[in-house]
C-alpha cells in the first residue's frame, strides 16, 4: 500500500525534482481545514497511482524555503512535477475527478 511520504526542504531536491517518475507534491499545514479535505483523496491517489507517480507532502509551516521557492501563496497547493519541472498546479480543494485529469495528462 503506498501512501504519500513527508519531504522537507532539506531532501525536496533528492526526494522530486531527481525522481524518475512524476511526482505529486502536496503543499500543506496541519491546521488547514481544505488541507485535511484532499489528504484522503491523495492517499487514494497514491494508491491507484502506484508505481506509475510518487506522492509526498511538505509542510509549509515546516519548511517555508521550498513553498516559498514555488510560490505558494494558498494551501492546499498541489504541484506535479516531471524530469525536474513543475508541469501541472492545482490551488485548493478540487474532486477527485479533477485530480485523476490532470495526473493522466503527465502520465
Not at 521557492?69 to 513543475?86: C, H, M, N, Q, W
Amino acid at each position: 500500500m503506498s501512501k504519500p511520504r513527508e519531504v522537507t526542504d532539506a531532501n525536496f531536491d533528492q526526494e522530486v525534482l531527481k525522481s524518475t517518475n512524476p511526482v505529486l507534491v502536496d503543499f500543506w499545514a496541519p491546521w488547514c481545514g481544505p488541507c485535511r479535505m484532499v489528504a484522503p483523496i491523495v492517499e487514494e491517489l497514491a494508491q491507484e497511482y502506484d508505481g506509475k507517480v510518487e506522492f509526498v507532502k511538505l509542510n509549509t509551516d515546516d519548511n517555508p524555503n521550498t513553498a516559498m521557492k514555488y510560490g505558494i501563496r494558498s494551501i492546499p497547493t498541489l504541484l506535479v512535477f516531471k524530469a525536474g519541472e513543475p508541469v501541472g498546479q492545482i490551488v485548493g480543494f478540487r474532486p477527485k475527478s479533477d485530480l485523476k485529469q490532470r495526473l493522466d495528462a503527465v502520465v
